[in-house]
């Protein structure tokens, strides 16, 4: 990936120092550094004409524009040219490209490692505070005496209640650490003992696994947290940068 830096450190400081203390103070220079930098890195990337005329058709279904005067006073409106709505809309697909281009070839190293908190799970739970009723409620539906639905309805003392007790599917790391071992090695279909979490006692039952896969979608999505992350450290650094040098001006 290029760097950025210096163009964006010089960019800024020749908005001023009085421009600059405005933006710092209305909390605005890391979002103008950040669409600064966006720009610069996707400046050079062309995507496919019937995309962006596609996006163009989508803008104006969504803001009622019907015919060519209503585009043209969308724009007056909006203080843009037609170049510069392109420009935006287009904005999203050069994102995406710059993501695989720049970040392709780390997405599966990325996947492997968050793959924990991207696979997910369902699975039933209810709580109570009583660790009898708790053994009781683990009793009847070990015996199919009563439904997992109906118990976690009627008994269960968390918002869990609302649903019947189904949870998800969502990532495993959503979950209480304690409960997140025990769903890890459970059976599906399997009602675990009740167990003692903090101060409830939990009777959950695994209903299905759910693994992330690595697919070109996944690709996309991991390629695509990658280019945030960059973003992110880059606009932070250019940002220290101006605000450091500006204070060194600033000081007596």
């Known amino acids: 990936m290029e760097d950025f830096r210096p163009s964006l450190q010089a960019s800024l400081t020749g908005l001023g120092a009085e421009t600059i203390d405005l933006l ?17 890195s996707t400046a050079g990337l062309i995507p ?4 962006v ?4 058709t989508n803008h104006c279904q969504q803001q009622n524009l019907d015919n060519e005067a209503a585009l043209s006073n969308w724009l007056k409106d909006h203080c843009l040219s037609m170049e510069e709505l392109l420009q935006k809309l287009s904005l999203p697909l050069r994102l995406t490209k710059l993501a695989m281009d720049s970040f392709g070839s ?6 492997l490692q968050r793959k924990e908190q991207l696979d997910k799970v369902t699975y039933s739970l209810l709580r109570v505070k009583d660790s009898d009723i708790a053994y009781e409620l ?19 003392e968390g918002p869990e209640n609302r649903s019947s007790g189904r949870i998800g599917p969502s990532s495993l790391a959503r979950a209480h650490p304690q409960l997140q071992q025990l769903l890890r090695t ?8 009740p167990t003692l979490i ?12 759910h693994e992330a896969s690595f697919n070109d979608t996944m690709k996309q999505r991991m390629a695509t947290e990658l280019l945030e992350d960059w973003l992110a450290t880059e ?3 250019v940002v220290k940068s101006v605000c450091s040098a500006e204070d060194e001006l600033a000081a007596p």
């Open 198 to 209: 903090e101060q409830w006692w939990v009777v959950t039952r695994l209903e299905a696994r």
């Open 24 to 40: 710092r103070r209305h909390d605005l220079i890391h979002e103008l550094t950040r669409l600064q930098l966006i720009e610069q």
């Open 48 to 51: 496919p004409g019937e995309l």
């Open 138 to 156: 683990y009793l009847q539906l070990e015996a199919n005496e009563a439904t997992f639905e109906n118990l976690a309805s009627d008994h269960s």
């Open 235 to 237: 606009t932070k650094a």
């Open 106 to 111: 780390q997405a599966e190293a990325r996947f």
């Open 186 to 193: 459970a059976t599906p279909g399997i009602v675990m003992e």
């Open 53 to 56: 005329k596609e996006a163009l």
